[in-house]
């Protein structure tokens, strides 16, 4: 008996990250690609040194970071894959999801300086996920987009 | 204070390097917001809490090495790099580094 309603929770669990993780990852997506359309006029570069014939009036440091959390459905799915092994698509989409997130706020924050360049772009990616805790082991990571913006004289 | 991650600021010229300069934090990520964050888990996605508590600490160690380097008597930080580091227990670092100039 108790076996089953742990059966049973271990499936609503499942249930819940797959139909609820899946749509609000997709929502993301859908953001993600409107924003980065909007955003297309700002230019980032992983060039150390701006264009030395072009004169630029301010430099600032720009960061764009986000925390993402994987769900109930993708912990399960990418442990099934460790077990057989190959491409864990679904941390796939999770990587990629929270990058273009943090390049994102990077840009609007280029924005709203007025820059239209930003230059020596650097990715930073932790792992939020060795807490210790028996109960949280859901795997986050925290993704960091920066560089330097520039304002065009 | 000027803060740039290129090796140089556009336009204008180094008078002095002051050498490096660092700043960093370290904070929990288990006060109160971890209840709410762990209720996120099971749907997945942006956690808002930790997204803010990062920043927060980013900051912190900017202004940390900011000190540092007009402690030093320098007017920019050239050269600006972040690392975070998951210590034990739940605890993150952030750090903060780069090299304190003088700009004419």
Request: positive net charge.
């Amino acid at each position: 008996m108790e076996l089953l309603v742990q059966l049973a929770i271990f499936a609503l669990l499942l249930l819940v990250g797959l139909v609820f993780g899946r749509a609000s990852e997709q929502r993301h997506f859908r953001e993600i690609r409107r924003r980065e359309a909007e955003l297309r006029d700002v230019l980032v570069f992983n060039e150390r040194r701006p264009p030395a014939d072009r004169a630029f009036r301010q430099a600032t440091l720009v960061v764009g970071s986000v925390v993402i959390a994987e769900d109930y459905f993708k912990r399960i799915a990418a442990g099934v894959r460790g077990f057989f092994g190959g491409r864990v698509t679904v941390y796939e989409s999770l990587m990629d999801r929270g990058r273009r997130e943090a390049v994102l706020r990077m840009k609007e924050q280029a924005r709203r300086h007025g820059a239209t360049l930003v230059f020596n772009v650097r990715f930073e990616t932790s792992s939020l996920a060795a807490d210790g805790g028996a109960q949280s082991t859901m795997f986050s990571a925290e993704f960091i987009a920066y560089g330097t913006a520039l304002v065009p004289r | 204070m000027e803060l740039t991650n290129l090796e140089t600021v556009p336009g204008r010229t180094i008078v002095r390097h002051l050498g490096l300069v660092q700043g960093s934090t370290v904070r929990s990520k288990h006060l109160g917001r971890d209840f709410l964050a762990g209720l996120k888990n099971f749907v997945g996605g942006e956690l808002r809490a930790y997204t803010e508590l990062l920043n927060e600490s980013r900051a912190e160690a900017i202004e940390r090495m900011v000190a540092q380097a007009s402690a030093a008597g320098g007017n920019a930080v050239l050269n600006v790099r972040f690392a975070t580091s998951n210590i034990a227990a739940g605890a993150a670092e952030v750090m903060a580094y780069g090299t304190a100039v003088v700009l004419e």
